[in-house]
C-alpha cells in the first residue's frame, strides 16, 4: 500500500523501471554518436520486401 | 541535417534537435502529473499498463508524427492542415480541415500554459526571497498560491505580482521565439536541458540524502512505487497509464509535426524519434519519480541558504521544463502564418504572443472561475486523443501504411521492427478508439453537461458556469478562426497536381 515503508516488490519495479530507460537512452545516444548506422533500414541493403519497395509519393 | 527543404529553416544539428524535442516533451507533467498518477493508480504496478502503452501507443504514434511532419516539411508545410492534405485525397480536399487541430489546440494550451509556466518563475524568485517558508501546513502554502492566482487579491503579495511574471515569461519566449529555429528554439534547448538534468540530478541527491524530517526518504519513495496488485484489473488505471502517455510525449496536438517538418527529406527519424522518447522517459521515471512525492513525504527545507537554493532549484527546473514545451507549443501557429500568410517570422511571433497575452489575460483574472479548466480539458486532454485518432485513421488507411512504412525508413538509422507495421495498422488505431470512447462516455459528456455543478461530492461553485460558457465560446471562437483561415490560405493555392508527384 501507498505511504507505508518500501517493499521489495516496490524496489523491484523501481530498479526495473528505472534500469529500462536508463538502457534505453544510453542505447539510443551509443548509436547516434557512435554508430549511426549500424543496423541500416532494408531499404538500403536493397532487400525486397514489399516494405522496401520504392514507393512514388 | 543537409540538404534542400524548399528554403524553409532548418535545425543546426542533430543533438540540438533531440534536446529541442525532448524539451517538448519534457514539462510539469514529467515532474508533477507522473509521481501523481503513478501513486494514484497502483503504484510500482502502475509500470506495467505504462511500459506497455509506451510500446503500442506512446511509440508508434510518435514515429507516425515524426513521418507525417518530415514528409510535409519536405512538400512546404510546417503544420497540420498542409500535411493532412498532402496525406489525404487532394482532390476532395477535405483533410485540412481536420488539421485545424493541429493549429489550434497547440495554441490554446500555450496561452494557458504559459500562464501556469510563469507561476514557476515567479516562485523561482519567491525561493530566493523566502517568501513562502514558514508555510508549513499544507493550507497556508494552498492559500499562498490562491492569493498568488487572484488578481484581485491584494492581502498577500498584491494581485499585479502574477500579471508581471506572465508578461515577463511571454515577453521571453517572444524573444526566444522570433530568433528562429536554429538561433532561438535550438539554442534555447542546448542551454535550457543541461540545465535542467543538472538540476533535477542535483534534487534528486539532495531528496535522497535529505535528514528526514517527518519520513526517511524509502518512506517517501513508498507513496509512489509500492505496488497494489489488485489496481491491474482496473481498467481506469489501464487508460490513465495511456492517457499519461499523451501528456509525457506531447502526443496528438500537432507540435512534433511542425518540430519534425524542419528536417530534411533524407533525415533519420526513427532512430532520433526514439531518443527523444527515451530522453523523456529517464526525466519522467527516474528524475520525475524520486523527486516531488518523496520531498514532500519527506518535509520541505527550511528558510536558510541551502533550503532557498533547493527551492529555487525546484521550481527554476519547472520553469525551463514549462519554457521548452511552450516554445514547442506556440511554434505551429507561427509556421502557419509563416508559410500560409507569408509573414515575416517577427511579424508571426508578434501576433501568436499578442494574441496569447490578451487571451492569457482572461485566464489571469478568471482563473478561479474555472475558465482555464474548460480549455485544459478540451484542448489539453480530450482534443489529445481526437487529434491522435484522426492522424493515426489518415496515416494508416488514406496515405496507406506500406507508403508510411516506407516514407518512416527514408535515411532511417534505425530499422523499426516489423512488428510495428502491424501495431501502427490495427492495434495503435484499436487503442485509441477504446480510450476516446471510454473518455467520451465517462468524461466528455458529463464535463460537456456540467454535472459536476449538480454533484454535492465535487462542490464547484454554480456561479463559474457562466464563466465556463465564456470561457467555451472563445475556445469555439479560436477553431472557427482557424477554419477561416485555413480557408482563405487555401483560396490562392493552385489546384493540386492529381499525379501526385
Redesign the interface.
Known sequence: MNGSSLTPFALFFMLISMGTVTSLTAYCYYRILFAPNRNPPAEERHEGSDSTQPVKL | MSGSTRGRERWGT??GL?LAMAGNAVGLGNFLRFPVQA?QNG???F?IPY?ISFLLLGVPLMWIEWTIGR?GGSRGHGTVPGMFDELGDRKKRWAKYLGVLGIVMPLIVFIYYTYVVSWMLGYSFFSLAGTYFGLEAFEQASQFLYTYQDVFDTSGHGGWVAVLFFVLTISFLGWVLSKGISGGIEKLALIGMPILFLFAFILMIRVLTLPPAVASP??G????????WSSLGNARVWLAAAGQMFFTLSLGIGTIHTYSSFLTEKD?I???G??TG??N??A???LG?TIAIPAAVEGLPGPDFWGRITGFFWFFLLFIAGITSAVALSSPAIAFLQEEFRQTRRRAVRTVMTLALALGGLHVIFYHKQFLDVWDYWAGTFGLVLFATIEIVLFAYVFGI??G???M??G????VP?IY?PVMKWITPLFLFVLLGWWGVTEAVPTFLMADVADAAISYDPATVPYRWLSRAVLLGLVGLGLYLIKRAWAGKPAPDSS??
Open positions: 542533430r543533438i533531440i501513486a503504484g510500482g504496478t509500470m511500459f514528409y524509502a518512506d519513495l513508498s507513496f509512489i512505487w509500492n505496488p497494489e533519420d526513427t532512430l532520433t526514439l531518443s527515451a530522453t522517459e529517464f519522467e521515471i527516474v519519480g506500406d507508403r512504412w516506407h516514407e525508413h527514408v532511417a538509422d534505425l530499422r516489423g507495421r501526385g508527384a
